[in-house]
């Protein structure tokens, strides 16, 4: 029983190249969504998906796409990476069950855009 | 949602209580108040939350005023491994709240 896992765990990007940061978790969860967090600063959410096949946009969705690829899955795709982006992401999932709230967060990817 | 103001830091003794406040004077009345700690880099990990009454759970007690503008997270017995980033979070519930993460307080557990 992983949890929520996320690859890669580091990557290095220069300015306009592309990527996809995968997230997948094992616990039977609906809801999934994708921070980030900047140094010394909080996470902000970029997007979640409620439920397989749905996705809406959060606090700072510029840049960014996502994929609910089936309940499992949840991809974060940049399209021409920014040194702005440089940040560590954080996928998260929880429950449906609205009287468990606690959200549950993978390890993170440590982006640095060159 | 509701925003929150924490100290940035605070300092505790290991073995001895760590009192973390946090105010959200704005908080309408269908929002909970919840607890995450980040340790060190790693992802954040859910401790507790609350909507009116005091909770209490294995790893934290939650006090909220009687007019729901503040709130105090208790570790009573503080430990090294406690040393975190602690996050106090109002939002709603329901099936698929958001979390809106401030910048939080620092705790330091000293030996």
């Known amino acids: 029983n992983a949890g929520v896992t996320q690859t890669p765990k580091f990557q290095v990007l220069k300015t306009g190249q592309s990527m996809t940061l995968q997230c997948a978790q094992d616990m039977n969860h609906n809801s999934m969504y994708w921070y980030r967090q900047d140094p010394g600063m909080g996470l902000r959410l970029i997007y979640y998906?409620?439920?397989?096949?749905?996705?809406d946009k959060g606090e700072v969705p510029n840049g960014y796409n996502v994929s609910r690829l089936n309940k499992r899955e949840f991809s974060l795709r940049l399209e021409s990476a920014a040194p702005s982006q440089t940040s560590v992401y954080f996928c998260?999932?929880?429950?449906?069950?609205?009287?468990?709230?606690?959200?549950?967060f993978g390890p993170g990817t440590r982006l640095t855009v060159l | 949602d509701a925003k929150t103001t924490q100290p940035p830091s605070m300092d505790c003794a290991e073995g001895r209580a760590a009192n973390l406040p946090c105010n959200h004077s704005t908080i309408s009345g269908n929002e909970y108040v919840y607890w995450y700690r980040q340790i060190h880099s790693q992802g954040p990990q859910y401790i507790i939350h609350?909507?009116?009454n005091n909770e209490t759970n294995e790893m934290a007690s939650l006090i909220i005023t009687e007019d729901r503008k503040s709130s105090t997270l208790i570790l009573p017995h503080a430990t090294l491994r406690d040393t975190a980033v602690y996050y106090c979070i109002v939002g709603s519930g329901g099936s698929n709240y958001k979390l809106t993460f401030g910048k939080g307080t620092l705790l330091t557990v000293n030996p």
């Open positions: 609350g909507l009116k």
């Open positions: 998260a999932t929880k429950t449906k069950n609205s009287g468990l709230p606690e959200q549950f």
């Open positions: 998906s409620a439920s397989e096949g749905t996705t």
